[in-house]
């Protein structure tokens, strides 16, 4: 077996000649990608050309609902980490001002509106809804606004590097709204961007699969090799070992025989034993909510 690595940057455009490399390459396999706004446009090439994706973290619904039958996910959906989201905020914090932010991206944009759906159907209006554009260096102008109308509630569908920005420039401005966000957030590269503003911050994400007994042997391997095999890097270990599990019971790696194998069996991995619906999606626990505290996080009690 042959590994090989390409970056699409998160980029659909490039994600999309990363995948023809990868056909040229004649790859049976991809494990990835990782930005939903990659995986779906990418996901059309290995359909045409019949090639294995199974995404351990694109979460946006249109991936396993175009109808590919190539395609898989050992991440859960947008659709169910926003009702999660949606519950959250309506219990807690009843009656204060909701505003929704994301940067536009497929993956942000999704969560935020799966979780503003869920919010509406509760009976929540939100009181602002904004986007930003990603990589930017600063984003006073939306912190002043979310200040200025008297935002209590922050929701924002996107990645870390903003988000961490907007918390910690909202703490230089005197501001403490409550952030929640989604499972792109799950990494200490968030806390290294906040530092002490971080404290409190709250997200949606998969049960950590790094507290899964199953999982201690491979976790002390990666702890021994000073690596913190946080956020989803179980997810793509997982998806790796639930190709080679599928591909053991087929005697092969001809993507046909192994996407037939991942249909209709069962695989024991680090993240459990799990199985995929018909779109492709995995059958597996759904979404907790997580608090960042002292540079860690961990599950939110209550």
């Known amino acids: 077996i042959k590994i090989v690595v390409e970056d699409d940057a998160c980029d659909p455009k490039q994600a999309v000649a990363v995948a023809n490399q990868l056909v040229s390459k004649k ?14 446009p990418a996901s059309a090439v290995y359909h045409e050309e019949g090639i294995l994706q199974i ?15 190539n395609v898989f996910r050992t991440c859960g959906r947008d659709d169910q980490q926003g009702i999660v989201a949606g519950e959250y905020i309506a219990k807690h914090w009843k009656g204060k001002k909701v505003a929704i932010v994301h940067d536009k991206q497929a993956y942000s944009k999704g969560l935020a509106d799966a979780t503003k759906a ?3 159907k509760l009976g929540i209006k939100e009181a602002m809804y904004e986007t930003i554009n990603p990589g930017e260096k600063d984003y006073l102008a939306l912190v002043t606004k979310l200040k200025s109308a008297g935002i209590d509630v ?11 920005l907007i918390v910690r420039q909202s703490a230089e401005q005197n501001y403490h709204p409550k952030f929640l966000s989604g499972d792109a957030i799950v990494t200490e590269e968030f806390w290294q961007i906040t530092g002490k ?25 990666f702890t021994k090799a000073n690596y913190n095999p946080e956020a989803y890097t179980l997810y793509t270990y997982g998806t790796v070992q639930a190709w080679a599990e599928a591909a053991t ?14 249909h209709k069996g069962k695989f024991n991995i680090v993240l459990g ?11 597996a626990p759904g979404y907790v909510v997580y608090v960042w505290k002292d540079g860690k996080y961990d599950y939110v009690k209550g």
């Open 118 to 120: 869920e919010l509406n």
């Open 197 to 221: 503003a971080g404290e409190g911050v709250l997200m949606t994400f998969s049960p950590d699969p790094r507290k899964n007994p199953k999982a201690a042997p491979i976790v002390a391997e």
């Open 27 to 40: 790859v049976v396999f991809v494990a990835g990608h990782f930005c939903s706004g990659s995986s779906i």
């Open 273 to 283: 034993t799990i199985g995929f619906d018909k779109k492709g999606d995995v059958t």
């Open 55 to 69: 995404s351990p973290a694109s979460t946006n619904p249109k991936l396993t609902e175009q109808g590919f039958s």
């Open 249 to 262: 019971k087929a005697k092969s790696t001809d993507p046909k025989k192994v996407i037939a194998e991942l």
């Open 154 to 164: 922050v929701y924002y569908g996107g990645y870390h590097p903003e988000l961490g």
